[in-house]
């Protein structure tokens, strides 16, 4: 299993870092087996598998129990947990019983949070209280309110700037690594080159440390549509749909179960029970 050491070597050598997002048990093991470097629980889980609006529902709980599956699947992975919407905002205290949780219940090795400013301190307590802590910074979805929609952020050079300062002061606080989503390439690039720890980007171009996507969207799987950035590897929605018809199907023409699918008895034991 690569660690958070493991990360920093290979910015230094220039070997990309695949992450990819899991929410239960066989995501999680299918992204183990498909070779990934690290397993984000993204609270994307919201969307994608609870049929939330925003990640703004998710909670805590939620994502405790879901990191647990997906640690059940993926024992040997580096696995980061989001932490939701509003459990480290509050206060130091608060927000390290919270990282804490998501650690000591799920067996998952990393925390991620959204934002910078008054995140900062946050990223330094999580940090020295022995808990790896990823960053994340440009589109942060959990202020979409804010926001004002899931835009490109970092397109003028102000916010640039801003955004490049921001990731050295997560650098400073202790983070091991930042997910960079939705900005321009050239930005990235330039975030990439002002840090030593690795710029997972999302929507971030190429010129970054390694790439994030959704599980569910690289897959097609139960998504409508997918933003600009994704790849889409396969579409397996319409072969589940498919699949579940075809079953419907069958058993409404009695076509299922067959003999093969079938228990029977003995004869001699039909005869004791019919008499
Ligand atoms: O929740 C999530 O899936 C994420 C990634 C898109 C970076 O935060
Ligand atoms: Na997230």
Do not use: W
């Not at 397109?155 to 202790?174: M, P, S, Y």
């Not at 983070?175 to 710029?199: D, T």
């Not at 970054?208 to 097609?220: E, P, S």
């Amino acid at each position: 299993m690569k660690q958070t050491t493991d990360f920093l070597k290979m910015k230094e050598v220039n070997e990309k870092i695949v992450m990819l997002t899991a929410y239960d048990y066989p995501s999680a093991k299918q992204a183990e087996q498909g070779g990934v470097d690290v397993i984000l629980v993204g609270d994307s889980l919201g969307m994608v598998v609870l049929g939330y609006d925003s990640t703004v529902s998710v909670t805590l709980d939620d994502m405790i129990h879901h990191a647990k599956a997906v640690k059940r699947g993926a024992k040997d992975t580096f696995i980061v947990v989001d932490m939701p919407f509003l459990t480290y905002h509050l206060s130091v205290k608060d927000t390290l019983i919270n990282a804490g949780r998501l650690i000591q219940e799920t067996g998952a090795h990393a925390v991620k949070l959204e934002g910078a400013d008054e995140v900062i301190e946050k990223i330094a307590a999580i940090t020295k209280a022995g808990i790896p802590v990823c960053a994340h910074l440009g589109l942060t979805p959990q202020s979409v309110g804010v926001l004002g929609g899931y835009k490109v952020q970092g397109k003028d050079a102000q916010a640039a700037k801003k955004l490049i300062e921001d990731a050295k002061k997560c650098e400073e606080a202790g983070a091991f690594a930042i997910v960079l989503e939705c900005v321009p390439k050239q930005l990235a690039k330039e975030v990439s080159k002002s840090v030593s720890i690795p710029i997972i980007g999302i929507g971030a171009g190429i010129e970054v440390d390694g790439q994030v996507l959704v599980y569910h969207d690289i897959l097609g799987y139960g998504v409508e549509r997918v933003p600009k950035f994704v790849k889409q590897y396969h579409s397996v929605n319409p072969f589940m749909i498919e699949s579940i018809q075809a079953y419907a199907s069958d058993v409404k023409n009695k076509q299922f179960p067959q003999e093969k699918h079938t228990f029977t008895m003995k004869e001699e034991e039909l005869k004791v029970l019919y008499g």
